[in-house]
């Protein structure tokens, strides 16, 4: 995936759900600095093309504010860096699983902190860890949801002459993606850097789109 | 499911819920509510949406004078690999086996029920299995047989009963499944159950003894679950 040219004309155009976003709060966050590109941009461009010199950026906007609410919750100084760690580090990670689909960069960026604080302080309490926070405030529905996709995609192919005629009805956001991964053959990663989205947001519209077509061609979910 | 719940946490519970400022008691059994009700789960995103502006919005230097700079770290996280696939599912249990069938679980419940559960038999009809997650609340899948009855007692503190299959009643209604049940010190009540009915309950009163020394303790015979409803057949 990191073979994948993205053009900077490609990052101008958000979708809808970012462009809303953008004007909630990304002022807000980013107060001036590199205000052109919104957080969305540089967490999708984290997640798909391992751009370090975006997650620089968002390290600069984030940081401190994972710092005060350390230090809120935790009223300690030390604890509240090893928050900052830890959850820009959950960023990085887990870029490439962000979905727009599911909320802002900033809302994404504050559960996940909220999370690693909550585990955190459970911990220095010592309380048992029969769950965790991941499991109390579960993000991953798509993620596991999308398996499915996965397994599904050879029954899928097979009837791709049938749902041709169907797919043309899907709202745009989905058919483009489902155009991507079954006219262009293209593997996730290679259709999340053509339309410039999360690969997470590809695969939940995926599905999504797969599930319509499924029901127009009468396929029952099983 | 086609029942939709009538008794939810109040919105301002859901705010602390999504801010995650309350105990891991409280946590386990609000999440396990929203998972099962549409409602709640809306007002929840949205609520979170709200946390996240509190918290952009807030002013970022408490600290005044030392500006911390964080900037040293970064090489070390961006030399990290970074995950393309979601994590798989760590648990395999998301049901509990009981006479009349099986009860799908909430997912955080599932994760708890995953360890095994200890079942011990109270009074009145009732087993109880408890689970240890903080030093703040005392945390119990109940299990009320048809026909059952609590006896009549207070709470010394709060106490929610979240609904996981069947129904049970009190003098103040009716809760079926999903239904999140608060009552206070204030209230004095005696539920009981006609067809039976599986909880989830949170009180959160402090904890006489340490759950491992309480079960060292126990009077009662120990059972796994789905030996323990045999045995009450
Ligand atoms: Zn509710």
């Known amino acids: 995936m990191e073979g994948i040219a993205v053009g900077k004309s490609a990052f101008e155009k958000s979708s809808p759900a970012a462009i809303q976003t953008r004007d909630v709060g990304v002022k807000s966050a980013t107060s001036g600095q590199s205000s052109e590109r919104s957080d969305e941009d540089l967490l999708i461009a984290v997640g798909n093309n391992q751009d370090t010199a975006s997650f620089n950026l968002l390290f600069q906007r984030f940081s401190k504010r994972i710092f005060a609410m350390g230090v809120k919750l935790t009223r300690n100084e030390q604890l509240a860096q090893d928050l900052v760690q830890e959850a820009m580090l959950t960023v990085w990670k887990k870029a490439p699983l962000y979905d727009l689909d599911r909320g802002s960069a900033q809302s994404w960026i504050f559960t996940l902190t909220r999370n690693r604080c909550f585990d955190m302080l459970r911990k220095i309490k010592r309380q048992p860890n029969t769950v965790n926070a991941d499991d109390i405030w579960p993000q991953q529905e798509g993620e596991l949801e999308s398996n499915l996709v996965h397994e599904e995609r050879g029954s899928m192919e097979v009837e791709i002459a049938q749902i041709e005629s169907y797919y043309q009805e899907l709202p745009d956001a989905q058919r483009e993606v489902v155009e991507q991964i079954y006219i262009h053959d293209r593997t996730h990663e290679e259709a999340a850097a053509a339309l410039n989205i999360p690969l997470g947001t590809l695969k939940s519209r995926l599905r999504l789109g797969l599930g319509k077509l499924r029901q127009m061609i009468g396929i029952e979910e099983s | ?233």
């Open chain 2, 1 to 233: 499911m086609t029942y939709h719940s009538t008794h939810h946490p109040s919105r301002e519970l859901l705010g602390k819920f999504a801010e995650g400022s309350l105990s891991a008691g409280m946590s386990v059994v609000i999440s396990a509510h929203v998972e099962l009700c549409p409602q709640c789960r809306e007002t929840t995103s949205a609520l979170e949406a709200e946390a996240t502006l509190n918290w952009l919005q807030n002013p970022v230097s408490d600290t005044a004078g030392s500006e911390p700079d964080f900037s040293h770290m970064i090489d070390a996280i961006t030399s990290e690999p970074q995950s393309i696939t979601p994590e798989a599912d760590r648990f395999a249990v998301n049901e509990i086996h009981m006479l009349e069938g099986s009860v799908s679980l909430p997912r955080v419940l599932a994760k708890l029920a995953s360890d095994g559960l200890v079942w011990k038999k109270m009074a009145g009809g009732i087993n109880q299995a408890s689970v240890m997650l903080d030093n703040e609340t005392q945390c119990e899948f109940l299990y009320m047989k048809p026909g059952s009855q609590v006896p009549v007692h207070k709470h010394r503190g709060n106490e929610i009963t979240l609904v996981l299959d069947g129904s049970f009643s009190d003098e103040m209604g009716r809760y079926r499944e999903s239904d999140f049940v608060l009552r206070n010190a204030s209230h004095q009540h005696q539920p009981m159950s006609d067809e039976g009915c599986l909880c989830f309950a949170v009180q959160d009163s402090p904890l006489m003894f340490t759950k491992g020394l309480a079960r060292l303790l126990n009077p009662f015979l120990q059972y796994r679950f789905r030996r323990a409803t045999s045995a009450q057949a």
